[in-house]
Every structure is written in C-alpha cells, then in structure tokens.
C-alpha cells in the first residue's frame, strides 16, 4: 500500500524538462536591463518566486536591478504538462563616481519645512510605478526621447556638494534648453507633476509594470490620463528641480526595480 501511495505522489508531480528549445527570452542579460520574452499560450513563467503577467499570446517582459547580480532562473510551467528551468547569466555593469558642484543647499539637505512634500511627492511616484496594465506597448522597440550629450550615467555613485549621496537612478542627456521631449514608447500618462527633487516629472506606463520617468522639464505638454504613440510630444528641456543645467533626466522602471535605459538603447 505504502509503495501505490509513493508512485502515485510520484506521478502526480510536475516533470522537469531538459529541453533543447532556445530561452525564451533573447540574451546577452545585463544588470539594469529589461527583457521582452514568449512562451507558448496557456505557459505559465515564475521569475524570483513571482508569478509573471503574461499577455494572451504569452508575452512577457521581465527587468534586473542594477544590483542584480545572481543568474536569472525562469521557470516556464507547460500547458501541455511538466516545466522547463532556464538559468541565464547576468553581466554585471562597472558604475562611475559623479561629482556634482554648484547646486544649491537645499537640495543636498533639504530643509526641515519641505520633508512633507517630498514624502508626497514619493509616494505619487510609487503609486504611478505599482500600475500593473494591460498595455502592450513594452513590445516596441524603444527609441531616444531626445539626443544629445550625455551627462549623466545610470547606477553613477554620486557626491553632491562634496557629500556622498545615492546613486543615479536614471540617464541623463543634455541637448540644451528647449529642445522637445518625445515619448520612447507608446503608453499613458500616469503623472504629472511638479516636484521638489525633479521639477516638472511625468511617468508613463507602458503595460505590464514597465514605466519611464522624464525629469526637470521646463513644460510637460501632457496632461495625466493621455494615450500617447510612441514618438508623441510630452514635454520641453529645462533644469527645474534639483539642476545645474538643463538636461533631461530618463529613467526606466520595472514595479519597483530602476532599470537602465542605455541597455535598451544598446550604448551600456
């Protein structure tokens, strides 16, 4: 009786799959990166003990942190029966030192009677990162929202007024004051806002948890809500916020995870 009962809990276990089938998402990986994959309608794909969303033809898009530096491990649980374990490697990525000179106190050290703010303005942030959608646009392939020098590298470990701080969150590119900002892919608005570290920000959601930042605008010429085509208008240059010129802060984010946009655009 005890050796049924053994096969039959044998049986009833997932098989694993040594498949020769190619990954389901392209590689090189790289820290900072975020990744469209596909698997067959009706698979289902694990990522760090999370169930990812998939859309209805089973594609998915998956970001590593800057800090990620274990290998991916995809699990991909087959309609048809048993699993297939992916493990990809991850390249991890040199950051720089920055030092910033010239910005004003208070920015570095915020003063006592600005501390609300900045925990609302963090907390819109937040809630406009948690939206999870159904949009489709993390498909495209993503172009620059604008071009110009780049000043400011993603994951760079900043000393601001000769005071360490975090580091960069995002990549920043310097074309000069007024030069127009497009969206990279397309997507909705979900923030616009005026905030005490960024100056004018927006946040547009590209579906599936992956949304982009833009920062320090002069004008945002978007309002919250708006469907937008990659390539539309949605804002101006400028150096509002925490700025010693203008410049275009671009950060990328998966949830909560900041992510790197010179990966996407192949220049990290």
Request: positive net charge; glycine residues 12%.
């Amino acid at each position: 009786m005890k050796y049924i009962l053994a096969v039959l809990l044998y049986l009833s276990l997932p098989i694993m799959v040594f498949s020769a089938e190619p990954s389901p998402i392209k590689g090189p990986l790289k820290q900072g990166g975020y990744y469209v994959g596909h698997v067959e309608r009706g698979d289902k794909v694990t990522f760090q003990g999370e169930t990812i969303k998939l859309s209805d033809d089973g594609t998915f898009v998956i970001g590593l942190g800057w800090k990620y530096k274990k290998q991916a491990n995809i699990r991909v649980d087959h309609k048809a029966g048993g699993y297939t374990m992916y493990h990809l490697a991850v390249i991890s990525h040199d950051y720089q030192t920055q030092e910033i000179t010239g910005l004003p106190p208070k920015y570095v050290s915020p003063p006592q009677d600005v501390q609300e703010r900045i925990t609302r303005d963090a907390m819109a942030v937040r809630k406009a990162r948690a939206i999870d959608s159904d949009l489709q646009n993390f498909r495209e392939k993503i172009i620059w929202p604008v071009k110009g020098r780049i000043s400011g590298r993603f994951g760079s470990h900043r000393i601001l007024n000769g005071e360490p701080r975090s580091p960069h969150t995002g990549l920043d590119i310097a074309p000069g004051a007024g030069a127009i900002i497009v969206a990279p892919l397309g997507g909705r608005v979900t923030l616009v806002s005026d905030q005490y570290f960024t100056g004018n920000t927006l946040i547009i959601d590209h579906g599936h948890g992956l949304s982009s930042v833009y920062a320090h605008m002069q004008k945002t010429l978007v309002k919250e809500g708006q469907v937008l085509k990659q390539g539309d208008q949605i804002g101006i240059v400028g150096m509002t916020g925490r700025a010693t010129g203008p410049h275009l802060h671009w950060g990328i984010n998966w949830y909560c995870e900041r992510l790197n946009a010179g990966i996407a655009l192949d220049i990290e």
